[in-house]
Protein backbone atom coordinates (compact mmCIF):
# COMPACT_ATOMS: atom_id res chain seq x y z
CA UNK A 1 0.00 0.00 0.00
CA UNK A 2 0.85 3.38 -1.25
CA UNK A 3 1.40 5.79 1.79
CA UNK A 4 2.42 9.75 1.13
CA UNK A 5 1.28 13.15 2.68
CA UNK A 6 0.25 16.32 1.16
CA UNK A 7 0.94 19.70 2.45
CA UNK A 8 -0.42 23.31 1.68
CA UNK A 9 1.79 26.56 2.10
CA UNK A 10 0.40 29.76 2.58
CA UNK A 11 2.19 32.95 2.79
CA UNK A 12 1.68 35.60 5.33
CA UNK A 13 -0.45 39.18 4.27
CA UNK A 14 2.90 40.58 5.14
CA UNK A 15 5.32 38.03 3.20
CA UNK A 16 2.47 38.53 0.27
CA UNK A 17 3.38 42.35 0.27
CA UNK A 18 6.91 42.32 0.58
CA UNK A 19 8.12 39.42 -1.12
CA UNK A 20 7.00 37.10 -4.76
CA UNK A 21 5.46 33.97 -5.66
CA UNK A 22 8.17 32.42 -6.75
CA UNK A 23 9.53 32.64 -3.69
CA UNK A 24 6.94 31.05 -1.75
CA UNK A 25 6.96 28.08 -4.55
CA UNK A 26 10.89 27.73 -4.24
CA UNK A 27 10.65 27.68 -0.42
CA UNK A 28 8.19 24.53 -0.98
CA UNK A 29 10.23 23.27 -3.38
CA UNK A 30 13.29 23.17 -0.74
CA UNK A 31 10.72 21.20 1.65
CA UNK A 32 9.71 18.22 -0.67
CA UNK A 33 13.07 18.09 -2.14
CA UNK A 34 14.54 17.45 1.52
CA UNK A 35 11.68 15.07 2.14
CA UNK A 36 12.41 13.02 -0.98
CA UNK A 37 16.11 12.95 -0.44
CA UNK A 38 15.70 11.27 3.11
CA UNK A 39 12.43 10.32 3.93
CA UNK A 40 10.76 8.77 0.64
CA UNK A 41 11.74 5.47 0.38
CA UNK A 42 12.81 3.84 -3.28
CA UNK A 43 9.36 2.94 -4.10
CA UNK A 44 8.09 6.46 -3.46
CA UNK A 45 6.19 5.38 -0.49
CA UNK A 46 6.04 8.15 2.33
CA UNK A 47 6.61 11.10 -0.01
CA UNK A 48 5.31 14.40 0.56
CA UNK A 49 4.05 16.52 -2.09
CA UNK A 50 3.78 20.43 -1.47
CA UNK A 51 0.97 23.06 -3.07
CA UNK A 52 1.47 26.49 -2.73
CA UNK A 53 -1.75 29.13 -2.25
CA UNK A 54 -0.58 32.48 -2.64
CA UNK A 55 -4.19 33.91 -2.99
CA UNK A 56 -4.67 32.92 0.69
CA UNK A 57 -2.57 35.07 2.57
CA UNK A 58 -2.94 34.67 6.42
CA UNK A 59 -2.97 37.67 8.83
CA UNK A 60 -0.47 37.11 11.93
CA UNK A 61 -0.01 40.41 14.60
CA UNK A 62 1.93 38.65 17.65
CA UNK A 63 5.57 39.49 17.68
CA UNK A 64 6.01 36.31 19.09
CA UNK A 65 6.74 32.92 17.43
CA UNK A 66 3.90 31.14 19.45
CA UNK A 67 1.09 33.28 19.62
CA UNK A 68 1.83 34.01 16.00
CA UNK A 69 1.60 30.04 15.35
CA UNK A 70 -1.80 30.22 17.07
CA UNK A 71 -3.26 33.65 15.12
CA UNK A 72 -2.13 31.35 11.52
CA UNK A 73 -4.13 28.10 12.82
CA UNK A 74 -7.02 30.11 13.79
CA UNK A 75 -6.95 32.20 10.67
CA UNK A 76 -6.96 29.83 7.99
CA UNK A 77 -9.09 27.70 9.98
CA UNK A 78 -11.59 30.51 10.26
CA UNK A 79 -11.20 32.00 6.38
CA UNK A 80 -10.37 29.05 4.12
CA UNK A 81 -11.79 25.79 3.44
CA UNK A 82 -9.53 23.05 2.49
CA UNK A 83 -10.42 19.68 1.27
CA UNK A 84 -9.15 16.61 3.29
CA UNK A 85 -6.62 16.15 0.82
CA UNK A 86 -4.41 18.21 2.64
CA UNK A 87 -2.41 16.84 5.73
CA UNK A 88 -0.61 20.08 7.16
CA UNK A 89 -0.29 23.42 6.53
CA UNK A 90 2.86 25.33 6.94
CA UNK A 91 2.64 29.58 6.90
CA UNK A 92 5.84 31.27 5.56
CA UNK A 93 6.25 34.94 6.88
CA UNK A 94 9.50 36.99 6.42
CA UNK A 95 10.14 38.60 9.18
CA UNK A 96 11.56 37.42 12.64
CA UNK A 97 10.13 37.63 15.56
CA UNK A 98 10.72 39.19 18.86
CA UNK A 99 12.00 36.47 20.71
CA UNK A 100 14.09 35.20 17.73
CA UNK A 101 12.19 32.00 17.03
CA UNK A 102 12.49 31.18 13.54
CA UNK A 103 9.31 28.84 13.93
CA UNK A 104 6.36 26.86 15.75
CA UNK A 105 4.70 23.25 14.76
CA UNK A 106 2.33 21.28 16.78
CA UNK A 107 4.17 18.24 17.64
CA UNK A 108 1.78 15.21 17.74
CA UNK A 109 1.35 13.64 21.00
CA UNK A 110 3.56 10.45 22.30
CA UNK A 111 1.83 10.28 25.26
CA UNK A 112 -1.74 10.38 24.47
CA UNK A 113 -2.36 13.51 27.53
CA UNK A 114 -1.29 15.90 24.78
CA UNK A 115 -4.43 17.57 22.75
CA UNK A 116 -1.67 18.75 20.25
CA UNK A 117 -3.40 18.34 16.38
CA UNK A 118 -0.82 16.40 14.03
CA UNK A 119 -0.08 16.05 10.59
CA UNK A 120 -3.38 13.80 8.85
CA UNK A 121 -5.66 14.88 11.83
CA UNK A 122 -8.81 17.35 10.70
CA UNK A 123 -8.77 20.46 11.22
CA UNK A 124 -5.15 20.76 9.43
CA UNK A 125 -2.61 21.00 12.02
CA UNK A 126 -0.91 24.64 11.10
CA UNK A 127 2.74 25.54 11.76
CA UNK A 128 4.86 28.77 10.79
CA UNK A 129 7.91 29.37 9.74
CA UNK A 130 10.05 32.64 8.90
CA UNK A 131 13.42 34.03 7.32
CA UNK A 132 16.38 33.41 9.81
CA UNK A 133 19.65 34.22 9.34
CA UNK A 134 22.17 32.01 11.54
CA UNK A 135 18.91 29.07 11.94
CA UNK A 136 18.15 27.81 8.13
CA UNK A 137 15.87 25.52 6.83
CA UNK A 138 13.52 26.54 9.50
CA UNK A 139 10.68 25.62 7.07
CA UNK A 140 11.69 22.26 6.59
CA UNK A 141 12.18 22.05 10.43
CA UNK A 142 8.33 22.73 11.01
CA UNK A 143 6.87 20.50 8.72
CA UNK A 144 8.96 17.70 10.09
CA UNK A 145 8.01 18.82 13.56
CA UNK A 146 4.06 17.86 12.08
CA UNK A 147 5.29 14.62 11.30
CA UNK A 148 6.73 13.64 14.82
CA UNK A 149 10.07 14.40 14.02
CA UNK A 150 12.15 16.18 17.47
CA UNK A 151 14.84 17.82 18.04
CA UNK A 152 16.82 14.92 19.73
CA UNK A 153 16.40 13.07 16.00
CA UNK A 154 19.80 15.81 14.80
CA UNK A 155 22.92 14.95 13.71
CA UNK A 156 26.44 16.52 13.48
CA UNK A 157 27.41 15.47 10.04
CA UNK A 158 30.43 18.03 10.29
CA UNK A 159 31.82 21.29 11.55
CA UNK A 160 28.44 23.29 11.59
CA UNK A 161 26.73 20.86 10.04
CA UNK A 162 23.75 20.28 11.73
CA UNK A 163 20.61 18.39 10.15
CA UNK A 164 17.37 19.69 9.81
CA UNK A 165 15.73 18.71 13.10
CA UNK A 166 18.59 20.61 15.57
CA UNK A 167 17.76 22.93 18.07
CA UNK A 168 20.20 25.10 20.26
CA UNK A 169 19.51 23.11 23.40
CA UNK A 170 19.15 19.58 22.00
CA UNK A 171 21.74 16.94 21.98
CA UNK A 172 22.69 14.82 18.35
CA UNK A 173 20.63 11.49 18.59
CA UNK A 174 24.25 10.06 18.70
CA UNK A 175 25.53 12.60 21.49
CA UNK A 176 28.58 13.48 19.32
CA UNK A 177 27.86 17.59 19.57
CA UNK A 178 25.41 19.88 20.71
CA UNK A 179 27.04 23.23 19.90
CA UNK A 180 24.39 24.31 17.97
CA UNK A 181 25.48 26.48 15.12
CA UNK A 182 23.47 26.06 11.72
CA UNK A 183 21.20 23.82 9.83
CA UNK A 184 20.98 22.12 6.60
CA UNK A 185 18.16 21.06 4.85
CA UNK A 186 18.58 17.74 4.90
CA UNK A 187 17.37 15.15 7.86
CA UNK A 188 19.38 12.60 9.65
CA UNK A 189 18.80 8.93 10.03
CA UNK A 190 17.33 9.42 13.21
CA UNK A 191 14.28 10.93 11.42
CA UNK A 192 13.46 8.50 9.35
CA UNK A 193 11.99 6.08 11.03
CA UNK A 194 9.94 8.36 13.83
CA UNK A 195 8.21 9.64 10.79
CA UNK A 196 7.83 6.93 8.39
CA UNK A 197 6.28 5.17 11.88
CA UNK A 198 3.86 8.31 12.05
CA UNK A 199 2.77 7.96 8.45
CA UNK A 200 2.25 3.84 8.89
CA UNK A 201 0.40 4.26 12.15
CA UNK A 202 -2.25 7.19 10.82
CA UNK A 203 -2.00 5.18 7.65
CA UNK A 204 -6.06 6.03 7.72
CA UNK A 205 -5.48 9.59 7.84
CA UNK A 206 -3.35 10.32 4.89
ZN1 LIG B 1 11.70 22.69 16.61
Given at each position: MSISTVAAILPTHQFKQNESSSLLNNRADAISNAWETDIEDSSGDYSLRTHTHWDKPVSISSDDAGTARQEAAEYVHNNYSFSSKYDSILVIHDEKWNDNVTGMAPIPPTDGDSDEIAAGNNPQPVAIATTGTLIAAADTHEMGHMYS?????HENW????????????STTCNGN????RTRKNRFSDCDITPIRDYMDNHSDLF
Amino acid sequence: MSISTVAAILPTHQFKQNESSSLLNNRADAISNAWETDIEDSSGDYSLRTHTHWDKPVSISSDDAGTARQEAAEYVHNNYSFSSKYDSILVIHDEKWNDNVTGMAPIPPTDGDSDEIAAGNNPQPVAIATTGTLIAAADTHEMGHMYSARHSDHENWGVAEFTVMGNPSSTTCNGNDHTFRTRKNRFSDCDITPIRDYMDNHSDLF
